[in-house]
């Protein structure tokens, strides 16, 4: 029985990690990005996403160490955070690269 919870507390804190990575890279991805272009592509302000990404961010961090101990409450948290953050990736995220087009050098094979 220990090693079945053993692998889930170690199963849960890997999805964790990841969940944490992919929260930080829409963060980061939001503050590189112009408050300009969020006007621009006709989305909403830097700061709300900003704030968004920051908060789901922070609740991924706070959810890492404690997977099962505290029962579901971390999970769902986590859950609705990484969720936050996939919206910003895979909406906003396309939406500023659009606005912004290709700028910079740009080679035989596309931009670097």
């Known amino acids: 029985m220990a090693l079945i919870t053993w692998s889930q507390t170690i199963l849960f804190v890997a999805l964790s990690l990841v969940a944490f990575g992919i929260e930080l890279w829409a963060l980061v991805d939001c503050a590189r990005n112009k408050t300009t272009d969020f ?13 968004v990404t ?29 969720t936050a953050a996939c919206v910003y990736l895979a909406d906003v995220r396309p939406a500023l690269k659009s606005v912004r ?12």
């Open 39 to 51: 006007q621009r592509a006709f989305k909403r302000t830097k700061g709300f996403w900003l704030g």
């Open 101 to 112: 087009g290709t700028t910079g050098n740009t080679g035989p094979y596309g931009p670097w």
């Open 54 to 82: 920051g908060a789901a961010a922070a609740c991924g961090f706070l959810a890492i160490p404690y997977p099962i101990g505290l029962g579901l409450l971390p999970i769902f948290i986590q859950l609705i955070a990484v």
